[in-house]
Antibody, heavy 121, light 112 residues
Framework: EVQLVESGGGLVKPGGSLRLSCAAS????????MNWVRQAPGKGLEWVSS????????YYADSVKGRFTISRDNAKNSLYLQMNSLRAEDTAVYYC??????????????WGQGTLVTVSS | QSVLTQPPSVSGAPGQRVTISCTGS?????????VHWYQQLPGTAPKLLIY???NRPSGVPDRFSGSKSGTSASLAITGLQAEDEADYYC????????????FGTGTKVTVL
């Protein structure tokens, strides 16, 4: 059974940093591209970042470019999101999601339960 | 503000058919990019409902169907059931944005 479990969320002050983790199991993690998608309270879904299976290709939404860094450790079956210079508008539930499909736009076939990041003074 | 526009809400009685539109432009759906759909039940993570415009993952009831034409896509739910009450999002790719997968604005389906 595919499982994605996020952790690392919490309350952080504006300008602060946080590192999210996503532990994957039930599939060959090193064969799949992975993504972070967020959802602000009461709002819709927003794609944040993606990373290819070997970390060769990395993409970011304009809203986080230069502040967030996605990475992965295939030996540990883990995905990460380093978030720096956090702003109030980064407050959201952050989901990690496995990417499926053969060509763009890829779909997200499995999602974690999400971890809440709150940026507030 | 998303580049994919959905109606904020649709509603229907049990057993009825409802449709949700996802309107894009020439840089996303109109450029030929596929559309995927997700269902988000209250308090839960999104779930893939339709991929590649009209394909259902294993386990998704055939009451759910998707289509695409021109710069728009649609999700139809036939035989509406109480458990279908949820938020629904379309997703595609936009060539005018760096990166970038895009989600629709989302539609709340209410079963009357």
């Amino acid at each position: 059974e595919v499982q994605l479990v996020e952790s690392g969320g919490g309350l952080v002050k504006p300008g602060g940093s946080l590192r999210l983790s996503c532990a994957a199991s039930g599939f060959t993690f090193s064969s799949y591209s992975m993504n972070w998608v967020r959802q602000a309270p009461g709002k819709g879904l927003e794609w944040v970042s993606s990373i290819s299976s070997s970390s060769s290709y990395i993409y970011y939404a304009d809203s986080v470019k230069g502040r967030f860094t996605i990475s992965r450790d295939n030996a540990k079956n883990s995905l990460y999101l380093q978030m720096n210079s956090l702003r109030a508008e980064d407050t959201a539930v952050y989901y990690c999601a496995r990417e499926g499909g053969l060509f763009r736009p890829y779909y997200f076939d499995y999602w974690g339960q999400g971890t809440l990041v709150t940026v507030s003074s | 503000q998303s580049v994919l526009t959905q109606p904020p809400s649709v509603s229907g009685a049990p057993g009825q058919r409802v449709t949700i539109s996802c309107t894009g432009s020439s840089s996303n759906i109109g450029a030929g990019y596929d559309v995927h759909w997700y269902q988000q039940l209250p308090g839960t993570a999104p779930k893939l409902l339709i991929y590649g415009n009209s394909n259902r993952p294993s386990g998704v009831p055939d009451r759910f169907s998707g289509s695409k034409s021109g710069t728009s896509a649609s999700l139809a739910i036939t035989g509406l059931q109480a458990e279908d009450e949820a938020d629904y999002y379309c997703q595609s790719y936009d060539s005018s944005l760096s990166g970038s997968d895009v989600f629709g604005t989302g539609t709340k389906v209410t079963v009357l």
